[in-house]
């Protein structure tokens, strides 16, 4: 089997709404790259990647020259088509071109996530079952508790009320933005509305030093997190993530902000975490996930991606250490999430339910194209 044709879109949306803030950056609510890959079978996969930043310099590797690297090549063997696209980032090629290491990250991932649908739809089968088959539902969470302009407590009240009246059971709040006192307010109301029998998580967005860190978890402990997200700044986070983790027995998560399987690996082989959050859609693809998961599961630590449930349940499903995937309910946060599938992930009794259909199981929806996407000229 050969590759031989790329589509490909960036998928916006227009309509912004009310920003949607973590503790010191606004997140887009739709900023992804999205390819399709053509085979002389006639057998099409697509792969995501998500961009927190412009997705421009994306766009003009994909146009300058790195096609050439896809093109050609079997999608049955995805190591050597993403070793081939990644290594570019220490080749000369890279700096004649312009590309920067973020965008050939990116891309490579989503070219391998297509490549891994055209296996599992060559081999008539789901991506989960193909990768282990654990299981064939996985619990999530909702992502939740922005921080918005004109958000009180009031506002932040009825925000949880109405995700708990739609059923959820598992929420992760965002903090980090306000003073400790401020945010423990916050998570007290989100706490009374949810009560104690529901999972509560904590997400700091890297924005605490140590010192507040270390007051934060002890604050914290009445009200029982599920675990604490990636609460250290960027600048040393994995050696002081592994000092804060010998101050508490509140269990930490991060990986999420990490571009490298290697940079995951350092927080394993550190002892720092005990749930990792690696994003397939930003950095390793499916054949990198499946190497961490592979990682995790040796080392007892839990496997929380971040970010597109309907492409990481495949993952979470496919192995013992997967704990459940992120959810965005609400499309005014994530519109993708709620369109751009004609058969998304059904959301039941706290899990999601994949399909039974080959490779990712997801068929893309030509109406949400029409509406997000806009072509990406390939010649």
């Known amino acids: 089997m050969k590759i031989t044709g790329i589509r490909a879109y960036v998928l916006s949306d227009s309509n912004n709404g009310k920003a949607h803030w973590v503790s010191h950056f606004r997140v887009p ?72 290491r973020e965008a050939i990250v990116r891309l490579s991932a989503a070219i391998d996530i297509a490549c891994w649908d055209i296996i599992g739809k060559k081999a008539g089968l789901p991506l989960y079952k193909l990768m282990g088959g654990w299981r064939h539902e996985v619990p999530y969470y909702v992502t939740c508790a922005y921080y918005q302009d004109g958000k009180d407590l009031g506002a932040l009240r009825d925000e949880m009320e109405w995700l708990k009246s739609q059923g959820h059971t598992r929420f992760k709040a965002k903090i980090g933005g306000l003073s400790l006192g401020e945010d423990i307010q916050r998570l007290e109301t989100i706490r009374d509305v949810i009560g104690f029998e529901a999972d509560l998580m904590v997400d700091v967005n890297r924005a605490w030093d140590l010192k507040t860190a270390i007051e ?44 490298t399987l290697e940079g995951c690996r350092a927080f394993l082989d550190q002892r720092s975490i005990d749930i990792l959050q690696f994003d397939v859609t930003m950095f390793g693809g499916i054949t990198g996930g499946r190497k961490l998961s592979a990682l995790c599961e040796l080392n007892h630590v839990a496997v929380v991606p971040h970010h597109d449930p309907f492409i990481h349940a495949q993952i979470v499903a496919a192995t013992p250490a997967g704990l459940m995937v992120e959810s965005f309910p609400d499309p005014a946060r994530d519109p993708l ?15 999601l339910l994949l399909n039974e259909e080959p490779g990712l199981g997801l068929r893309l929806s030509v109406d949400a194209l029409s509406k997000f996407g806009k072509v990406i000229p390939m010649d």
């Not at 146009?63 to 000369?92: C, H, V």
């Open 29 to 100: 609510h739709a900023n992804e790259l999205l390819v399709i890959l053509e085979t002389d079978e006639g057998i099409e996969g697509f792969g995501l990647t998500t961009s927190y930043t412009t997705i421009d310099p994306l766009v003009d590797a994909l146009t300058s020259g790195l096609a050439n690297f896809i093109i050609g090549a079997d999608p049955l063997s995805p190591e050597q088509i993403y070793n081939n696209i990644f290594s570019t980032t220490w080749k000369r090629i890279s700096f004649e071109r312009g590309w920067s």
């Open 337 to 351: 999430q709620a369109e751009l599938f004609e058969n998304p992930l059904v959301h039941r009794g706290g899990s």
């Open 216 to 259: 934060g978890v002890e604050l914290l402990l009445p009200l029982k997190p599920r675990w604490l997200e990636e609460p250290l700044r960027w600048t040393d986070d994995r050696y002081e993530t592994t000092l804060l983790a010998q101050k508490t027995h509140i269990p930490i998560s991060g990986g999420e902000s990490e571009i």
